[in-house]
């Protein structure tokens, strides 16, 4: 048997090497032996690519490696995704989500995705390199509280800017968040986001707060 560390570092070896099938036998084990999936997740595959981005930033890994270890962590998530108990909650809340036009980086989305689903909101993923126009259409149409936008490239970045204004010209009621690597608390304000989380670990957290200070709002409006 495995112990919780050991099989946080072979899903991170796994990711780093693109060792898949060392990535799917350690998920499997730790769904078997009941080890937290979501722990599993964040300090196991997505803490292996970290990793995997740095190697990308010292061009010591290229492109084809870094899809290689995307695969790796997809796999090892397939498994233990359907293991990360959904809040019973209900419907807590409607998320529209999406990586920016001209950005085709979807890891880091995909695991915010993930940690809104799992909390029992309903997620409307527009996948990557997103049309502008169409998170303002996605949201008219689902009536959505948040809107969450992923950029990893400052170039593409620009771009949830020109979502802001558009969304808030049209419906000011809607909470906008924004996350991914180049972006901090500062380009969030700059860009007049409501909200910003620098990790999917505090995403629901900060989309719940957002809420918050919207329904606060919306009740003064009222009264
Ligand atoms: C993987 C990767 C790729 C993969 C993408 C695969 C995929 N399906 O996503 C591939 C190989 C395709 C790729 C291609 C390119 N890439 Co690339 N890529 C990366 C890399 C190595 C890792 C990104 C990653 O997945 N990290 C792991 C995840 C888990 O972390 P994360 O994305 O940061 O997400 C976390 C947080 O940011 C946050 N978050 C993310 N989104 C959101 C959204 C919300 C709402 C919230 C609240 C939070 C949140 O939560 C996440 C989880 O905790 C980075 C380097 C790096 N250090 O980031 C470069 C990087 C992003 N890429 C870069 C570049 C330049 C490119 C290319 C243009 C390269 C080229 N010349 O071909 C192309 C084209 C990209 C395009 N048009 O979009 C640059 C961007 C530079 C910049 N600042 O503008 C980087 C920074 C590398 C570098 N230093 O040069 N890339």
Redesign the pocket.
């Known amino acids: 048997m495995a112990s919780k560390e050991e099989l946080f570092e072979l899903l991170k070896d796994g990711v780093i090497n693109y060792k898949e099938e060392q990535v799917k036998e350690a998920a499997q084990q730790a769904v078997d032996e009941g080890f937290v999936a979501l722990e599993m997740i964040m300090d196991g595959l ?1 803490a292996g ?2 990793v ?3 190697l ?2 010292k061009h010591e890994y290229f ?1 084809p490696e ?2 290689m270890c ?1 695969d790796a962590l997809y796999l090892g998530l397939d498994i233990l995704r359907p293991h990360v108990p959904k809040s019973d909650a209900g419907a807590v809340a409607q998320v529209v ?1 999406g990586s920016i036009q ?8 995909n ?2 995705k993930m940690m809104f689903d799992v909390a029992g909101w309903e997620v409307y993923d527009l996948g ?2 997103v049309p502008l126009e169409n998170f303002v259409e996605e949201q008219l149409r689902t009536d959505a509280e948040v809107v ?3 950029a ?5 970045m620009l771009g949830m800017k020109k979502v802001i204004k558009m969304i808030k010209d049209k419906n000011p009621d809607v909470a906008i ?6 972006v901090t608390q500062d380009v969030a304000n700059l860009f007049g986001a409501d909200g ?6 505090n ?1 629901v957290a ?1 989309g719940i707060k957002m809420i918050g200070r919207l329904r606060e709002f919306e009740k003064k409006k009222e009264g």
């Open positions: 997505a690519m970290e995997v981005g740095e990308y930033e492109v870094v899809l995307a989500i001209g950005d085709v980086h979807d890891i880091g989305k695991l915010v990557r390199d969450a936008m992923s990893m490239m400052t170039t593409t968040m924004l996350g991914g690597a180049p910003y989380a620098e990790s999917a670990g995403a900060e």
